[in-house]
């Protein structure tokens, strides 16, 4: 298979006049972005009209969504999941089913179709936990990271931005080998892993980071070598952390210690690392993830899908740790309900309303979404920042009826995907009215890709 990564479109020279704007403390009515090699170059405020040339966009513009953390093929798991009762682990033999009848070719065009959903939903950049790396039978490819690549071409068609953070997944479980589902994640050692992931390149679309898919998944003695090869590159390095209480009991039995303290251990913790998930943790594990600035990634659809549990998000953010959010599994790709459904979710914990500000929940939905896939200068309205943008209706049978005053609000704790209007990368539209305009007709090849891997 031959791929070629075609990225959005060159960056523009481009003016967009927006009814309203988010400048990361109050919508402002009435302002105009220059964008300048596919960059915010100026922004004038007090504007009440389009000016002669300029784009209008009428809503609520935002900065650019990001999605701190996907697996693109569960997108085919969506629905077929929902039949029977079970737990995360019943869930884990469907999801494998899935990945064992991935080709190149074929996870190109699912992962085209979900990221082109992605867009449609305001997204514009996407942190894909990537583990799906040779043939079923652990046999290399002719090119080792052909189904990164396919990754990375996808999300250049689709028009957003990538970090693929390659993942190392080495072993079932505490000193078990990988089963029969796992040999194609394997790359049998970390070194090997950082052998094939060196060869991975990235470009202006593209950031290339690293991922321990959990400490059950990677030998403790070899979590420094994944560690360090993020460092050296200072990559972003995430982790799927206590997801699950039989990962950490599994890990005290094993280790003496939580998979926190066992990852503090082998230098894994750090600002450049996020934790995904971060569910179940003790008052040291949460201290010892503030105190090194590791970020903390919330999936709540997600989490709550798979019955995971509630993880202490706000209790980790006063103690250091950045909050980021991601639709993992895409049970829904819906930002805007992942960031009400994580201060919901603290409310149903608490039985306390008000635990974050429409702006602080838009900002995990953002600037400090991009900045966990190592862009911290994406995620504003501001000059020199990417000109990535979307634009929430506020009209619709959900946005009508607030005063522009309460757009972030009513964005936060109102809108769906389906209000997003525009989305715009570099300066260039990908979403136009609610239309992508690089993939005619995103529905069918959403059902395409997925009719075709369940056969």
């Given at each position: 298979?031959?791929?070629?990564?075609?990225?959005?479109?060159?960056?523009?020279?481009?003016?967009?006049?927006?009814?309203?704007?988010?400048?990361?403390?109050?919508?402002?009515?009435?302002?105009?972005?220059?964008?300048?090699?596919?960059?915010?170059?100026?922004?004038?405020?007090?504007?009440?009209?389009?000016?002669?040339?300029?784009?209008?966009?009428?809503?609520?513009t935002l900065p650019g969504l990001a999605n701190t953390h996907s697996h693109a093929f569960h997108r085919a798991l969506r629905a077929t999941v929902q039949v029977g009762s079970g737990t995360f682990w019943t869930w884990r033999e469907l999801m494998y089913r899935a990945a064992a009848g991935l080709t190149p070719d074929t996870?190109?065009?699912?992962?085209?179709?979900?990221?082109?959903?992605?867009?449609?939903?305001?997204?514009?950049?996407?942190?894909?936990?990537?583990?799906?790396?040779?043939?079923?039978?652990?046999?290399?490819?002719?090119?080792?990271?052909?189904?990164?690549?396919?990754?990375?071409?996808?999300?250049?068609?689709?028009?957003?931005?990538?970090?693929?953070?390659?993942?190392?997944?080495?072993?079932?479980?505490?000193?078990?080998?990988?089963?029969?589902?796992?040999?194609?994640?394997?790359?049998?050692?970390?070194?090997?892993?950082?052998?094939?992931?060196?060869?991975?390149?990235?470009?202006?679309?593209?950031?290339?980071?690293?991922?321990?898919?959990?400490?059950?998944?990677?030998?403790?003695?070899?979590?420094?070598?994944?560690?360090?090869?993020?460092?050296?590159?200072?990559?972003?390095?995430?982790?799927?952390?206590?997801?699950?209480?039989?990962?950490?009991?599994?890990?005290?039995?094993?280790?003496?210690?939580?998979?926190?303290?066992?990852?503090?251990?082998?230098?894994?913790?750090?600002?450049?690392?996020?934790?995904?998930?971060?569910?179940?943790?003790?008052?040291?594990?949460?201290?010892?993830?503030?105190?090194?600035?590791?970020?903390?990634?919330?999936?709540?659809?997600?989490?709550?899908?798979?019955?995971?549990?509630?993880?202490?998000?706000?209790?980790?953010?006063?103690?250091?740790?950045?909050?980021?959010?991601?639709?993992?599994?895409?049970?829904?790709?819906?930002?805007?309900?992942?960031?009400?459904?994580?201060?919901?979710?603290?409310?149903?914990?608490?039985?306390?309303?008000?635990?974050?500000?429409?702006?602080?929940?838009?900002?995990?939905?953002?600037?400090?979404?991009?900045?966990?896939?190592?862009?911290?200068?994406?995620?504003?309205?501001?000059?020199?920042?990417?000109?990535?943008?979307?634009?929430?209706?506020?009209?619709?049978?959900?946005?009508?009826?607030?005063?522009?005053?309460?757009?972030?609000?009513?964005?936060?704790?109102?809108?769906?995907?389906?209000?997003?209007?525009?989305?715009?990368?570099?300066?260039?539209?990908?979403?136009?009215?609610?239309?992508?305009?690089?993939?005619?007709?995103?529905?069918?090849?959403?059902?395409?890709?997925?009719?075709?891997?369940?056969?």
């Open positions: 298979m031959q791929l070629t990564t075609r990225a959005p479109g060159p960056p523009v020279t481009a003016t967009y006049w927006m009814s309203h704007a988010w400048l990361g403390t109050h919508a402002e009515p009435g302002v105009v972005l220059d964008v300048a090699a596919g960059r915010i170059a100026r922004v004038r405020t007090g504007v009440q009209t389009p000016p002669p040339g300029a784009t209008a966009l009428r809503g609520l996870y190109y065009d699912l992962a085209r179709a979900t990221y082109a959903e992605m867009a449609l939903a305001g997204i514009t950049a996407v942190g894909e936990f990537h583990y799906l790396h040779h043939g079923p039978d652990g046999t290399r490819y002719a090119d080792p990271n052909a189904m990164g690549e396919a990754l990375i071409a996808a999300a250049a068609e689709a028009g957003i931005r990538i970090t693929l953070l390659d993942t190392a997944y080495l072993a079932a479980g505490f000193g078990e080998p990988p089963n029969r589902h796992q040999l194609r994640f394997s790359d049998t050692t970390a070194d090997a892993w950082a052998e094939r992931a060196s060869l991975l390149k990235g470009d202006d679309h593209t950031l290339i980071g690293a991922a321990i898919h959990s400490v059950r998944a990677v030998p403790a003695e070899q979590l420094a070598t994944v560690a360090r090869w993020a460092e050296e590159r200072e990559a972003p390095l995430h982790v799927h952390l206590s997801e699950q209480t039989a990962e950490n009991d599994a890990c005290r039995a094993a280790h003496g210690r939580t998979p926190t303290r066992l990852l503090a251990d082998h230098g894994v913790l750090g600002p450049r690392t996020t934790g995904i998930h971060n569910t179940h943790l003790t008052e040291e594990d949460i201290s010892l993830l503030g105190s090194s600035a590791t970020g903390t990634c919330m999936c709540p659809t997600t989490e709550r899908d798979l019955a995971d549990g509630i993880g202490p998000a706000k209790a980790l953010q006063e103690a250091g740790s950045p909050l980021s959010l991601g639709s993992d599994s895409h049970a829904v790709v819906d930002l805007f309900e992942e960031a009400r459904a994580m201060e919901l979710n603290e409310r149903l914990r608490t039985h306390i309303r008000g635990h974050w500000t429409a702006a602080a929940l838009l900002r995990a939905a953002s600037a400090d979404g991009h900045a966990a896939l190592g862009r911290p200068d994406a995620g504003t309205l501001e000059p020199g920042a990417p000109a990535d943008l979307t634009t929430v209706a506020l009209d619709s049978v959900r946005t009508a009826g607030p005063t522009p005053r309460l757009a972030a609000e009513t964005a936060v704790f109102a809108a769906s995907a389906a209000d997003v209007l525009h989305t715009v990368v570099a300066g260039r539209h990908i979403v136009q009215d609610g239309r992508h305009t690089r993939i005619e007709d995103v529905p069918h090849a959403l059902a395409a890709a997925v009719a075709a891997l369940h056969g």
